[in-house]
Nanobody, 124 residues
Framework: QVKLVESGGGPVQAGGSLRLSCAAD????????WAWFRQAPGKGREGVAL???????IYDDSVKGRFTISQDTAKKTLYLQMDRLEPEDAAMYYC??????????????????WGQGTQVTVSS
């Protein structure tokens, strides 16, 4: 079992930046696929960024060049640096983890562990 706790969300003006953190606790070593998802009101959940056990990042087209996913394995923390934020980025952001190998790690994985989310609000 892995517990995930997100932080770092909040209000920001369009064009600004935020860094989300996801602190992991438990059997972290067993999780090889890590991701950030978001869900805006009235919309479905969508994958934003993920990183596999090889350290390869994958981004949704809507955030490429603006968001950066990274992880500090020593601190057991996943990050999402969000720059040049747009009103369309406003959503609840969730981190997720799964044992999936690097080959199988993608947004369609039925992720095993989820955090409770952190809210991002972007004003124009």
């Amino acid at each position: 079992q892995v517990k995930l706790v997100e932080s770092g969300g909040g209000p920001v003006q369009a064009g600004g930046s935020l860094r989300l953190s996801c602190a992991a606790d438990g059997a972290v070593f067993s999780r090889r696929c890590w991701a950030w998802f978001r869900q805006a009101p009235g919309k479905g959940r969508e994958g934003v960024a993920l990183i596999n056990s090889m350290g390869t990042p994958i981004y949704d087209d809507s955030v490429k060049g603006r968001f950066t996913i990274s992880q500090d394995t020593a601190k057991k923390t996943l990050y999402l640096q969000m720059d040049r934020l747009e009103p369309e980025d406003a959503a609840m952001y969730y981190c997720a983890a799964d044992p999936a190998s690097s080959i199988l790690c993608n947004f369609k994985v039925d992720f095993h562990d989820w955090g409770q989310g952190t809210q991002v609000t972007v004003s124009s």
